[in-house]
């Protein structure tokens, strides 16, 4: 089946540094990436949607230049965390649209933990 | 912004029962998504039910969607210890760009 790598699984940063994570389409071509973060027994709240070869469309609230993210081919979209304060640490997800359009499914990664400190 | 509710937030049940979590949403959808996720991991796709669609079946999970309540079902037959873990629901819409708005999830407990 369609499988979406993210990479790092867990990272620890210190505070004031940047951390990149990776989110990769093995198997398929995404031209829409999702980027999702979780904290501790919530859900999974949408911070933005990554289109390959343009600007990232970002929900209210979630500050564009704290959170980068580029999407500069089909197969990979990479959110950066800018600065990074111990409030940013966090569980952060990305899912990938099948290009050809495989059915609705969405393919999620494994997660990416970011420990601030 | 999140619109799924989920209802019971948390479930606690002995193996061989089922298991009934209930979601409600707000928007028009294209269809609804039932997604598991254990404790620190990624989420797995679980069942997708469309619009025009009632009732679904996959194996022990069995997915209503009653589109004039705006509200979905998952039920979870016979269940096993090793179900237990976080179920959320997920709808995507025809005016949300392609993206999945996530429910609040139901925590679910299956004691052997």
């Known amino acids: 089946g369609a499988v979406v790598s993210q990479h790092p699984s867990r990272v620890i940063c210190k505070s004031g540094t940047s951390v990149k994570i990776e989110c990769r389409s093995l198997d398929f071509q995404a031209t829409t990436m999702f980027w999702y973060r979780q904290f501790p027994k919530k859900s999974l709240m949408l911070m933005a949607t990554?289109?390959?070869?343009?600007?990232?469309?970002?929900e209210q609230g979630v500050e564009k230049d704290k959170f980068l993210i580029n999407h500069a081919s089909l197969t990979l979209s990479t959110l950066t965390v800018t600065s990074a304060h111990p409030e940013d640490s966090s569980f952060y997800i990305c899912?990938?649209?099948?290009?050809?359009?495989?059915?609705?499914?969405?393919?999620f990664g494994e997660g990416s933990w970011l420990t601030v400190v | 912004s999140q619109q799924g509710e989920e209802d019971p937030q948390a479930l606690s049940i002995q193996e061989g029962e089922n298991a009934t979590m209930n979601c409600s949403y707000k928007t028009s959808i294209n269809n609804l998504q039932w997604y598991r996720q254990n404790s620190g991991r990624g989420l797995v796709h679980l069942i997708l039910?469309?619009?025009?669609?009632r009732e679904k079946h996959s194996g022990r999970l069995r997915v209503t969607l009653d589109t004039s309540k705006k509200s979905s079902s998952l039920l979870i037959t016979a269940s096993r210890a090793a179900d237990t873990a976080s179920y959320f629901c997920?709808?995507?819409?025809?005016?949300?760009?392609?993206?999945?708005?996530f429910g609040q999830g139901t925590e679910l407990s299956v004691k052997p």
């Open positions: 997920a709808t995507d819409a025809w005016n949300q760009g392609g993206k999945l708005i």
């Open positions: 039910i469309r619009s025009n669609e």
């Open positions: 990554s289109n390959e070869g343009s600007k990232a469309t970002y």
């Open positions: 899912s990938a649209r099948d290009k050809a359009g495989r059915g609705n499914t969405i393919y």
